[in-house]
């Protein structure tokens, strides 16, 4: 089984500045890694998808990177703002079935 | 139209009856997922369907059952609810033809069992 963990649970930073949330895993033969954004009792919004193949994929202030080899993949967010504020997470997938989740990032972005 | 929806938003029932969530997709993909949500647990798998035939247990099956009645819909149900599967449901998507979309998720439905 893939174990999935996000340090910290918790974030908070002045809007504007740059963050880097992170996520590891305990399987390197990953297959697909993808980061979502969840707001509050609200559904899964896609944000990134990592093929094991790549190293990173960008859309517009998100970057997301994956290192197999040490079994860490990062979300850089840039510039950030209130409207960042959400919970992210991500999900790693082994054979493109099924996604292993971890608990997330809580993040907060104080205007 | 969302891409997923899923039915009903929200739903509070009694423990021991049977209650049926269900999902429906208009992505055309092969592949549907059901997951519960509880605080600081994550998201964990219940079941899967890979199509129509095809029906797999999850990490936590246990007290669920699900239907895939077409490609487009799958439905979660729970034979006798108990207050511990009180927590957020969402039903996903997945295109086995490609590895580019990953997973689309539905809104979610809150359940709780009293």
Known sequence: KQEVTQIPAALSVPEGENLVLNCSFTDSAIYNLQWFRQDPGKGLTSLLLIQSSQREQTSGRLNASLDKSSGRSTLYIAASQPGDSATYLCAASKSGNQFYFGTGTSLTVIP | ?114
């Open chain 2, 1 to 114: 139209d969302a891409d997923v929806t899923q039915t009903p938003r929200n739903r509070i029932t009694k423990t021991g009856k049977r209650i049926m969530l269900e999902c429906s997709q208009t992505k055309g993909h092969d592949r549907m997922y059901w997951y519960r949500q509880d605080p600081g647990l994550g998201l964990r798998l219940i079941y899967y369907s890979f199509d129509v035939k095809d029906i797999n247990k999850g990490e936590i099956s246990d007290g669920y059952s699900v239907s895939r009645q077409a490609q487009a819909k799958f439905s979660l149900s729970l034979e006798s609810a108990i207050p511990n599967q009180t927590a957020l449901y969402f039903c996903a998507t997945s295109d086995s033809s490609s590895g580019a979309e990953g997973y689309t998720f539905g809104s979610g439905t809150r359940l709780t069992v009293v």
